[in-house]
């Protein structure tokens, strides 16, 4: 199992919490009353989630990570009674009772493959009509920042010990929609795509190899001894910069495109038809293509936001 250090991870909190928002403004649901964070880290995702629908009396939201240093940074973040934490994996989560919302912000990419939409499947045929799933992954194996970071692994003296390590590539939006929209069991689901592109303006190249060593670096370094730890960072960040990777007139930038969806599943009584039909006008509506089996959602936005405008906190 990878370490993830809170410290290192929220040194971003503002960057890495704007996705987070963003998912949180397309769900459709108002008033959940049971809500899961699934791998909720230090606790950023929930307290989005609380700000959003927090009404002690009738919902309850339970963060789960798979880190304990995460659950124990995240249990100093709230003493609300209806929040809680627990240590627990993603892939063997069982709720006790349907969960109306299941929110999972940069999580899922880190599951193998073959398993993370069977993982969404199992859930979502575990809520009631009307319960949804929202997950966000980022798709960023392709960027400089990481092609570079495995170009690197796979050179130095450290290629033996780094062979096979880093995730594994996210589903195209198109395999993503296709698989979530076939319920399977009856079950029928509502899915929504899209991709967003965020431009995060860092000081420096030292701030994206800052940035990257709070998650995509973790699993190279932590097979690294220190010295060959600083080794590698340091031919890292010399090939960030002499490739100059990014490099606007002042600032380095980190670009992150993220998958954003939702899954409803809907009303037993709801047609598979006007399922259909349903789908196709939010389609035309928001001027969609065709993904060869199915009409989906796909937009690139980058919203002013997005291109660095935010001050670092
Ligand atoms: C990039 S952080 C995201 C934290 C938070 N959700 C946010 O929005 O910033 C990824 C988190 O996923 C957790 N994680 C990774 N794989 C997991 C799994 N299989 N089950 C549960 N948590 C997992 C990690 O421990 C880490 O805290």
Known sequence: MTTWSPTQYLKFASERNTPAQDLLTHIPIQSPTRIVDL?????????????????????????????????????????????????GAVESYTPDAPVDLYFSNAVLQWLPKG??????????????????????????LGEPSHVIMREVAERGPWAEKLRGVGREEVESLEEIYDVLVDGTDGVEVDVKVWRTVYYHALDGHGEIVEWVRGTGLRPYLERLGEEEQRGFLEVYEG?????????????????????GLWSMRVESSYSEKNMVMNILQGCRDAGMQNSGSSEISKYRDISPSSLGLFTHQ
């Not at 989630?49 to 973040?77: E, F, W």
């Open 115 to 140: 398993e993370r939409l069977q993982v969404i499947k199992k859930l979502v045929k575990g809520q009631k009509a009307g319960g949804v799933f929202a997950f966000q992954m980022p798709d960023t």
């Open 39 to 87: 791998g909720c880290g230090p606790g950023n995702s929930t307290a989005l989630l609380a700000a959003r629908y927090n009404t002690p009396s009738t919902t309850s939201i339970t963060g789960i990570d798979s880190s304990p240093d995460m659950i124990n940074k995240a249990n100093t973040t709230t003493t609300a009674d209806n929040i809680s934490f627990a240590v």
């Open 239 to 259: 090939e960030l910069r002499e490739r100059g990777v990014e490099r606007s007139g002042c600032w380095d930038w980190i670009v992150y495109v993220k998958l």
